[in-house]
């Protein structure tokens, strides 16, 4: 349930995108594997269920909405290289993650 309320307030904020973007493109960092991956599914499917309950076209104001995931593994390093993996090489405009010990590595980044 947290996902869904947390990806409805995604969705709300990105709603006034500006109109010459493209595309939307969202990372999402979670848990697949590790330790906490059950919990990573749950969430996962919490996204996936947000985007078709929010933006069943995939788009938002008309532009289209990309989410991309990426594998947390419960380690802090992961969590940056993942990161880096989708912010300066799949071009993400917007980062979300459901647990501290994932934000907390890439807080310094996503300031810059």
């Known amino acids: 349930m947290r996902c869904l309320i947390c ?3 995604l969705f709300a904020a990105a709603a006034p995108v500006r109109a010459d973007l493209s595309e939307l493109r969202v990372a999402f960092i979670n848990e697949l ?4 991956a059950s919990l990573g599914r749950v969430c996962t499917h919490g996204v996936e269920t947000a985007v078709r309950a929010h933006a069943p076209s995939n788009s938002i104001g008309g532009i ?3 989410i991309m995931m ?3 593994r419960d380690d802090p390093a992961a969590t940056v290289s993942e990161f880096r993996r989708l912010v300066e090489l799949g ?4 980062v979300a993650t459901i647990r ?3 934000a907390l590595p890439i807080n ?4 810059r």
């Open 100 to 102: 501290s010990k994932s």
């Open 64 to 66: 289209p909405v990309k």
């Open 7 to 9: 990806l409805a307030v």
């Open 91 to 94: 071009g993400a405009q917007v």
């Open 108 to 111: 310094p980044l996503a300031e």
């Open 33 to 36: 594997t590790g330790p906490v």
């Open 70 to 72: 990426g594998d947390a």
